[in-house]
């Protein structure tokens, strides 16, 4: 990844993180169960990121397994 690349400012750069890491626990729960029941608090626990967080980032699971 080039640094131009990089979030500019740490806001950006934190949230950048948490959608890495719930994208990261998705295909984490994806691997080892294959399938995409898992609820959205499994999910968030799984990426250590607080329940709402996960809707500052996506609509639904549907657009989380998508983009992992």
Do not use: W
């Not at 806001?11 to 169960?33: D, H, K, N, P, S």
């Amino acid at each position: 990844m080039s640094t131009s690349a990089l979030p500019s400012n740490r806001f950006e750069r934190r949230r950048a993180e948490t959608r890495r890491a719930l994208v990261r626990a998705a295909r984490q729960i994806l691997a080892e169960t294959g399938d995409t029941n898992a609820s959205i608090q499994a999910i968030a626990e799984r990426a250590d990121v607080g329940f709402g967080s996960f809707y500052n980032h996506f609509e639904s699971k549907t657009e989380l397994f998508e983009a992992a």
